[in-house]
């Protein structure tokens, strides 16, 4: 009894500390949102303007995508009652949200846990690592799913407020939204954590930003292509996915590889009958277990990362002497930078 009294004194301990915690680390992501956008303030008086025209902006896109959302989602569930394939809507949702994680979780994952982090500041608070760790990884989620949440919750509610779907389907729809990211975004974490412990991939900043932006590009277009190429010239695009056939076969196939949306498709389709439950509950298992696995990694893997990434200690390399007097030689800036930039 006294054993279990304890251990739950510190699990409130270090909630406590981990709410506390992040107090600075959401202040730091607001203004690193209010930087990318151009609005950081430099003098004091400046500053109420600054956070009302960051203010402004966040809720005209906000806006302006759920309008598009919702605009889509009357569209393309016309088109699925049309088709009577009126779960397709939740199937391409179900898909298309992890896939977005995946690009901006890669993304974003590797600038706030690495590239930017204020990780020494954080290790001498008195809390523990794994609290740290735990602040970090929330810090890095909530942006990544800022943009999926807003291109499919407000379509989904269209769709079921167009199909009539039971009250526990609008209910369901911000877990499910959890449910079909946070996994998802727990596996391409875990892999950033192994290929920064123990590669040199992505260390250079500049280096990963021009990487991650070609691929990012070359990736919106073969999606794009891929989406245009199933939809006939002047249909909605998308459109073939909700309708019955091999597509929605491609989209059942491509859930079995995500688990967590597999069974959130089940909770949300079958949330007129007991067996929501069941669908619920095993998402909710998946998604404690891949939490389980990054935290566990994560303990090993990322402050030895992150801490190696900001020492650079690496021990230098003796030189020969035919090495060395040609480092000595004189050369132009330009093949100096060349040279230096093909070496990283």
């Not at 001498?124 to 760790?133: D, M, N």
């Not at 932006?213 to 190429?229: G, K």
Request: proline share 5%; hydrophobic share 50%.
């Amino acid at each position: 009894m006294k054993n279990l009294q304890a251990t739950t004194n510190r699990t409130e301990h270090r909630v406590k500390q981990y709410w506390i915690l992040m107090r600075p680390l959401w202040s730091e992501m607001i203004g690193s949102f209010t930087r990318g956008f151009g609005l950081g303030a430099r003098k004091k008086k400046k500053v109420k303007t600054s956070k009302g025209a960051a203010m402004a902006l966040y809720g005209f896109l906000t806006a302006m995508v759920s309008f598009y959302s919702v605009a889509y989602g009357i569209g393309i569930t016309k088109a699925a009652m049309m088709s009577g394939n009126l779960d397709g809507f939740i199937y391409m949702a179900a898909v298309g949200a992890p896939m977005l994680v995946l690009l901006f979780g890669i993304l974003q994952a590797i600038p706030t846990l690495y590239h930017e982090s204020s990780l020494e500041n954080l290790l001498v608070l008195p809390v523990k690592p794994s609290v740290i760790i735990a602040g970090k990884i929330t810090q890095a989620f909530i942006p990544v799913t800022i943009f999926p949440t807003l291109v499919f919750l407000p379509a989904l509610i269209a769709h079921g407020v167009m199909t009539s779907r039971p009250w526990m389907y609008f209910v369901q729809l911000v877990p499910f939204m959890f449910f079909i990211l946070f996994a998802p975004f727990a596996m391409i974490t875990i892999l950033i954590m192994v290929l920064m412990r123990y590669t040199k991939f992505a260390r250079d900043k500049d280096r990963f930003q021009m990487i991650t932006s070609i691929i990012a590009i070359l990736f919106v277009f073969a999606f794009s292509f891929m989406i245009n190429l199933q939809s006939p010239s002047g249909q909605m695009p998308g459109l073939s996915l909700v309708a019955p056939g091999q597509t929605a076969l491609f989209l059942q196939g491509a859930l079995r590889f995500i688990p967590s949306s597999g069974f959130g498709v089940g909770m949300l389709t079958q949330a007129a009958s007991w067996q929501t439950l069941l669908y619920g509950s095993a998402s909710l298992a998946v998604n404690a277990a891949s939490l389980a696995l990054l935290l566990f990694l994560a303990n090993k893997l990322y402050l030895p990362g992150v801490l190696g990434l900001k020492s650079g200690a690496r021990r230098a390399r003796e030189l020969s002497p035919e090495k060395l007097l040609q480092a000595l030689t004189p050369r132009s800036a330009y093949r100096a930078i060349v040279s230096r930039e093909w070496k990283l």
